[in-house]
């Protein structure tokens, strides 16, 4: 569970800081952080005595004051599978490498090569697109196959040209084992002259094996928010975790 703050009132902030609420800070720094700072109009409302007992016994004056200020949440994160592990020297290239990869992974797809896709996937890979699933290299390389039956688009024609931004990279490395979360956005230009506009998005959650020096995806999840395409109509289920 996480606790929330939501008011901006200093009074919770210091009974947080008094019984070691707030990371980092101990209960006697805390407690006397709090004493100077409630010495105002808090203190006004409780006393000295009230002050003294706030010393004292400072979680009951805790559970009193934000009762009806704090918050609980469940911890529900979009796709998150283990805890985040901050970059360091020592995976600052790997970093590098996979984050490259998921790029040059999605400049192929607006490019639309599909057997070239799959090469990005270990040989048992899994992939989930909104609960369609498909593994190994064949099948991966099948789910982005343009649909049969449908004709390529004429080439003296003006095109229209799709591109997929990747933002807000959360990129975990453990040893040959990493995890990777990004959010995608479709954007559809129809023509030199037109505005572009978004027709997608969604959050992707990848695992990642390091074998010979090269980082694969061996899991993966991609996760609809907008914009689903027809196909996946029959599997497709809101979620927040794969």
């Keep these: 569970m996480r606790i929330i703050l939501t008011s901006n009132e200093p009074v919770v902030q210091h009974c947080l800081r008094a019984t070691g609420g707030v990371p980092g800070a101990s209960p006697d720094s805390g407690r006397a952080y709090a004493s100077r700072a409630l010495d105002g109009s808090f203190n006004n409302k409780m006393g000295r005595n009230g002050m003294a007992d706030f010393n004292a016994r400072p979680a009951r004056w805790l559970s009193a004051a934000a009762a009806g200020l704090l ?65 190994g290299h064949k099948e991966i390389a099948k789910l982005y196959e343009r649909p049969e039956g449908a004709a390529a688009p004429a080439a ?35 023509g030199v002259g037109k505005a572009p506009s978004l027709y997608e998005q969604g959050r992707e959650y990848s695992e990642l094996r390091k074998a010979s020096g090269k980082w694969l995806i061996s899991k993966r999840c991609i996760s609809s928010d907008s914009g689903t395409p027809d196909k996946y109509d029959a599997t497709y289920k809101p979620r927040d975790k794969c």
């Design 71 to 135: 918050v609980l949440l469940p911890v529900g994160g979009p796709l998150l599978a283990q805890e985040y592990k901050p970059v360091t020297m020592a995976t600052l290239l790997d970093r590098i490498q996979i984050e490259d990869l998921l790029v040059r992974y999605y400049h192929d797809l607006s490019l639309g090569k599909s057997h070239e896709l799959s090469e990005y996937f270990t040989a048992d890979a899994l992939l989930d697109v909104d609960g369609t699933i498909a593994k």
């Design 156 to 190: 003296n024609a003006q095109r229209r040209r799709g591109h997929m931004l990747l933002n807000n990279p959360v990129i975990s490395i453990d040893g040959s084992k990493a995890t990777a979360e990004v959010i995608w956005t479709g954007v559809m230009n129809e």
